[in-house]
T-cell receptor
């Protein structure tokens, strides 16, 4: 069983639409959560951290549900520039370890 | 500020040849990670170092792969001998490393093609 599971998509949405991505993680002891963005043929880059209380950064809102081990990302008013793959990432703390586990990503294409 | 630097950016080689990938982490970061990304398997952690010491190499595919970090500013990932199935994008990432699942900063990657 994978540590992090995501719907691979693709999601094709028109400009201005609202789109939501979901992700589940298997280890209930996970302690940090992130969304990364990866553009085609580029490296992953941090989009935002995800906090228990939920957090918002402009058009992007991230939510965490620890009881259900579920993370979400909501993008409002989609722009063409939002087209990318979105990676759900979960951090686990072990003695001497500093691991992040990456989902396989959800691909988003915003259509004019 | 310079981010994570990787070289070469692209590598094409023939099966059986030795391949060496290089990485310079962000100055001051204590953890360094090597990942491999393919369409089929996504992003896989190969090995990571904390303060230049390998902590977990369970992701290294087999003995053909080896990684070193001789100092805080340099790491190598070597494949010898290379095989076509090693073709992938290899990313190096670094983080401050405080035993928490911290943000990792990725280099631009090395695209490896083994013919």
């Amino acid at each position: 069983r994978k540590e992090v599971e995501q719907d691979p998509g693709p999601f094709n949405v028109p400009e201005g639409a609202t789109v939501a991505f979901n992700c589940t993680y298997s280890n209930s002891a996970s302690q940090s959560f992130f969304w990364y963005r990866q553009d085609c043929r580029k490296e992953p880059k941090l989009l935002m951290s995800v906090y228990s209380s939920g957090n918002e950064d402009g058009r992007f809102t991230a939510q965490l549900n620890r009881a259900s081990q579920y993370i979400s990302l909501l993008i409002r008013d989609s722009k063409l520039s939002d087209s990318a793959t979105y990676l759900c990432v979960v951090g686990e703390v072990q003695t001497g370890a500093n691991n992040l586990f990456f989902g396989t990503g959800t691909r988003l294409t915003v259509i004019p | 500020d310079a981010g994570v630097i990787q070289s070469p950016r692209h590598e094409v080689t023939e099966m059986g040849q030795e391949v060496t990938l290089r990485c310079k982490p962000i100055s001051g970061h204590n953890s360094l990670f090597w990942y491999r990304q393919t369409m089929m398997r996504g992003l896989e952690l190969l090995i990571y170092f904390n303060n230049n010491v390998p902590i977990d190499d369970s992701g290294m595919p087999e003995d053909r792969f080896s990684a070193k970090m001789p100092n805080a500013s340099f790491s190598t990932l070597k494949i010898q001998p290379s095989e076509p199935r090693d073709s992938a994008v290899y990313f190096c990432a670094s983080s401050l490393g405080t035993f928490r699942g911290e943000t990792q900063y990725f280099g631009p990657g090395t695209r490896l093609l083994v013919l």
